[in-house]
């Protein structure tokens, strides 16, 4: 099955994503990690998205298409995908269901995490994330410690769009370009609402009770 992992930054897209991989075989695709890790390698994209990014502001729907084409077209991902920032704009809503077309998948359910805006901020504002395991912390609400996160300290980084002026534009960009596909899913009949605003393992038991049913 291919989900979506859908809501405002800092909602918690990549920490459930993180707890669903574990539980089930399923790979996440994170555009924002994607281009993240080309403005780490400084690749020609990496230098041309760089400034995009840091202002929160989106991605050409182009190039991240085609970043996606990559992942649905590789036989290796064949019906087993958690979208986590994509589709961010209509434009992407059609370009995927037209390569799941393609490649004969559909989706099969967009978890829709609702988290108020106050809350997001201040997510954010703590977030921490191990540049070695990949594990996302936060320093005032789940911080690491011995028990949760084995890697030295050195390896914990903020990230280059986390600061409150920028979080502010990316929650508008957010509210104006990317709520309003929620829509499309709503009328497909696979949008399932989630308080994201309870503590991560309450949201993390009630994705995986959900999914659990679907396999069955
Ligand atoms: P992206 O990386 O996707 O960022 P985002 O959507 O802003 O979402 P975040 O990653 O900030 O939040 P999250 O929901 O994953 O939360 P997390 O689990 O980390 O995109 C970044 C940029 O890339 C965009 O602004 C854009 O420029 C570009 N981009 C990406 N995709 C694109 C696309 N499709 N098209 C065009 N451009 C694109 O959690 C956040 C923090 O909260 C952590 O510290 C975590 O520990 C904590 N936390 C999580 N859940 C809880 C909880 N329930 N209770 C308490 N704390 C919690
Ligand atoms: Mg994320």
């Not at 190039?63 to 084409?69: A, H």
């Not at 050195?154 to 990316?170: A, G, P, Q, T, V």
């Not at 509210?175 to 393992?201: A, F, H, R, S, W």
Request: proline letters at 4%; charged letters at 30%.
């Amino acid at each position: 099955m291919n989900l979506i992992i859908f809501g405002p930054p800092g909602a918690g897209k990549g920490t459930q994503s993180n707890n669903i991989i574990n539980n089930f075989d399923l790979k996440q695709v994170s555009t924002g990690d994607l281009l993240r890790s080309e403005i780490k390698i400084q690749t020609e994209l990496g230098k041309k998205i760089e400034s995009i990014i840091s202002s929160g502001e989106l991605v050409s729907d182009d190039v991240v298409n085609s970043l996606i084409r990559k992942i649905i077209s590789d036989p290796k991902n064949f019906n087993r995908l958690i979208f986590d920032g994509y589709p961010r704009t209509i434009s992407q809503v059609y370009s995927l269901e037209n390569l799941l077309k393609e490649f004969n998948q559909k989706i099969s359910i967009v978890f829709n995490l609702n988290v108020d805006k106050d809350i997001v901020s201040k997510r954010v504002n703590g977030r921490v994330i191990c540049t070695k395991c990949f594990k996302i912390f936060n320093l005032y609400l789940n911080p690491p410690n011995p028990s949760n996160h084995k890697c030295e300290k050195k390896y914990l980084e903020k990230r280059i769009d986390d600061n409150s002026k920028i979080i502010l534009n990316r929650y508008e960009t957010y509210v104006k370009k990317t709520k309003p596909i929620l829509d499309c899913y709503n009328k497909k009949g696979i949008l399932l609402e989630i308080d994201g605003n309870q503590k991560i393992v309450k949201i993390c038991d009630k994705i995986r009770e959900i999914l659990e049913n679907i396999r069955d």
